[in-house]
Nanobody
Framework: QVQLVESGGGLVQPGGSLRLSCAVSGTTLDLHAIGWFRQAPGKEREGVSCISASVGSTDYADAVKGRFTISRDNAKNTVYLEMNSLKPEDTAVYYC??????????????????WGQGTQVTVSS
């Protein structure tokens, strides 16, 4: 059974940084793409970033390009989301999820079969 566990969320001031981790079990990162999503109160869940299973290519939402970086450690079966220059509008619950591909490969929210429990990120002074 595929399981994902997020960690690393918290409270940070605007302009600060956080690194989220997504520990994956029950599969390996060369078999599943891993995406990061976020959902703010009253808003729909949106894609933030994704790293593909095969060559590890990456996707970013326009809102986070240049500020967020996704990476993976195959030995630890863990995916990271480094978030810099955080803004109040980045406040949300962040989820990682596993699918057969990334949005650039045609996979979207309904295609993600496995989800973590989420971690809260709050950007506030």
């Amino acid at each position: 059974q595929v399981q994902l566990v997020e960690s690393g969320g918290g409270l940070v001031q605007p302009g600060g940084s956080l690194r989220l981790s997504c520990a994956v079990s029950g599969t390996t990162l060369d078999l599943h793409a891993i995406g990061w999503f976020r959902q703010a109160p009253g808003k729909e869940r949106e894609g933030v970033s994704c790293i593909s299973a095969s060559v590890g290519s990456t996707d970013y939402a326009d809102a986070v390009k240049g500020r967020f970086t996704i990476s993976r450690d195959n030995a630890k079966n863990t995916v990271y989301l480094e978030m810099n220059s955080l803004k109040p509008e980045d406040t949300a619950v962040y989820y990682c999820a596993a699918a057969w591909g990334c949005p650039s490969e045609g996979a979207h929210v309904p295609n993600y079969d496995y989800w973590g429990q989420g971690t809260q990120v709050t950007v506030s002074s």
